[in-house]
């Protein structure tokens, strides 16, 4: 079964919007939760990251918002850019170190 | 040069072939994973090592095998090829402080 769910499966901005991407989880025993970012031709890189005892982390343009009660977390990128088109992977695992659980993935693109 | 080095790049096999896909890692990492990404299903873990002595299936194993040769070398193989494993492949190493570094992937396709 699909233990980590992302939705949408693409998204077109406009520069300078708001993207929202979002990932739902199984096992509350998860415990570190990446974001990844991948251009084509190029393999994910982590974006940013959150662990389930803070519920927002913010990393300049980007933002992770987690509910641990609704086992949810999403990723916001503000004021996106044409840049930010890529394709983007929430993720989970028990520890930093462990195999990673990917979702599906979300096609991102941004318009100028 | 690059942290993680995936060889080949690209191939195309016929079915039934036996292929070997190789990875290798600067990072000093004792942690490697190979991962097949399909669209619209994201990645998926095949194989897992923690150390060299050490391979665990992950949650599609079948029709695959992987050797840890060194602490910096893990291949996959696929000993006879199908269709169906016609994806992208990552090789990537974590460790706890940094979390995952992915090799740019293998593009695999199978005729």
């Known amino acids: 079964q699909q233990q980590v769910k992302q939705s949408p499966q693409s998204l077109i901005v406009q520069k300078g919007g708001i993207s929202i991407i979002n990932c739902a989880y199984e096992n509350t025993a998860f415990d570190y939760f990446p974001w990844y970012q991948q251009f084509p031709g190029k393999g994910p890189a982590l974006l940013i990251a959150i662990r389930p005892d803070v519920s927002e982390k913010k990393e300049g343009r980007f933002t992770i918002s987690f509910n641990k009660s609704a086992k949810q977390f999403s990723l916001h990128i503000m004021d996106s850019q044409p840049g930010d088109s890529a394709t983007y992977f929430c993720?989970?695992?028990?520890?930093?170190?462990?195999?990673?659980?990917f979702g599906q993935g979300t096609e991102l693109s941004v318009k100028p | 040069d690059a942290d993680v080095t995936q060889t080949p790049r690209n191939r195309i096999t016929k079915t039934g072939k036996r292929i070997m896909l190789e990875c290798s890692q600067t990072?000093?990492?004792?942690?490697m994973y190979w991962y097949r990404q399909d669209p619209g299903l994201g990645l998926r873990l095949i194989y897992y090592?923690?150390?060299?002595?050490?391979?665990n299936k992950g949650e599609i194993s079948d029709g695959y095998s992987v050797s840890r040769q060194a602490q910096a070398k893990f291949s996959l193989s696929l000993e006879s090829a199908i269709p169906n494993q016609t994806a992208l492949y990552f090789c990537?190493?974590?460790?706890?402080?940094?979390?995952?570094?992915f090799g740019s992937g293998t593009r695999l396709t199978v005729v």
């Open positions: 090592s923690f150390d060299v002595k050490d391979i």
């Open positions: 993720a989970a695992s028990y520890n930093q170190g462990g195999k990673l659980i």
């Open positions: 990072k000093g990492h004792d942690r």
């Open positions: 990537a190493t974590s460790d706890w402080e940094l979390g995952y570094t």
